[in-house]
């Protein structure tokens, strides 16, 4: 797996950011494939999930986190506890941002976070989105983000486009410990397909939903089988808070439901590489954000 002159790099990188500042996207990119939801809406991810990159001399094993943010739910703190958990093994922190604005309250708690947990050392600080500033503001933000922990190394990047992704690579591989690889090389996630099904239903959601409807939406898997060359029948559950959302999320006569099963189909077939059959229903579990039973249970399996 590697040559007499170069020691095997492998380690566990831990993606954190404030909600939408492309986590997801930046880790799919460096798979070259789909392990991910990904949408224009903050919060996609609602928990951990592994993208691992083997590559001749290195397995990187990418924490792909949810967004750092002020929670105003039970939900939303167990996602914070989900992101600073990751901190706590990871070898090194990719601390991402969104270089086309201004550091907010959110970048300034993970910051908070990585000084009390004494991570400053393992933090590589990225600028995403780099494709759509002027030198002028780059360095501005660059100057505004290195206060936050100024002894920290940074560079800027751009996820969607490319720009220094392979530079950003090749920074993460140099920091990682030597050592044997901890997953077969063809491995990609930890998820298994059925629960990678309902993030990208749920992503399709975001997609195609508005307000405060998509956030409000979990997806539970009731059934997923394998029917040979037919390809997966998979039956997923839309639980909303409340009952205007259902007819909002059904749409009239289906049509929304239909558009939103549409998409999640295409995203599962390609991410599977089979024909799918997939039936949505949607059901409303009120409050269900607040049950700390249930948020409990959606966070237990990570």
Not at 30 to 47: D, I, N
Not at 50 to 79: C, R, S, W, Y
Not at 91 to 96: E, G, K
Not at 198 to 211: G, K, N, T
């Amino acid at each position: 797996m590697t040559n007499n002159l170069t020691p095997f790099k492998s380690g566990f990188v831990a993606v954190m950011g404030r909600p939408n500042v492309g986590k997801s996207t930046l880790i799919n990119a460096l798979l070259g494939q789909k392990v991910a939801a990904v949408s224009p809406r903050p919060q996609t991810t609602r928990r951990r999930q592994l993208g691992i990159l083997t590559t001749e001399n290195a397995q990187v094993i990418f924490i792909d986190t949810p967004g750092v943010h002020l929670p105003k739910h039970k939900l939303g703190e167990g996602m914070n506890t989900e992101a600073r958990q990751a901190l706590e093994h990871c070898d090194l922190v990719l601390f991402l941002v969104d270089a086309g604005d201004a550091p907010t309250e959110e970048d300034a708690l993970l910051a908070g976070w990585l000084v009390e947990l004494g991570k400053p050392h393992k933090v590589l600080m990225v600028l995403n989105k780099l494709d759509v500033l002027t030198a002028d503001v780059l360095t501005e933000r660059l100057v505004a983000y290195q206060a936050l922990l100024p002894e920290v190394e940074t560079m800027a990047i751009s996820a969607t486009r490319g720009d220094e992704r392979d530079a950003l690579l090749v920074r993460m591989v140099a920091r990682l410990p030597e050592g044997e690889p901890f997953y077969p090389g063809e491995q990609v996630t930890d998820l298994f397909e059925r629960e990678i099904s309902a993030d990208l239903v749920r992503e399709a959601c975001l997609i195609y939903l508005r307000d405060e409807v998509p956030h409000g939406i979990m997806v539970r898997i009731d059934e997923y089988q394998e029917r040979g060359e037919q390809g997966a029948y998979i039956v997923a559950t839309l639980f909303v808070e409340r009952e205007s959302h259902k007819g909002i999320v059904i749409g009239q006569n289906g049509a929304m439901l239909k558009k939103i099963g549409s998409a999640a189909r295409r995203e599962i077939e390609a991410m599977s590489g089979r024909k799918v059959f997939l039936e949505l229903r949607v059901k409303v579990r009120k409050n269900w954000r607040d049950d700390e039973k249930l948020v409990r249970q959606m966070f237990k399996s990570s």
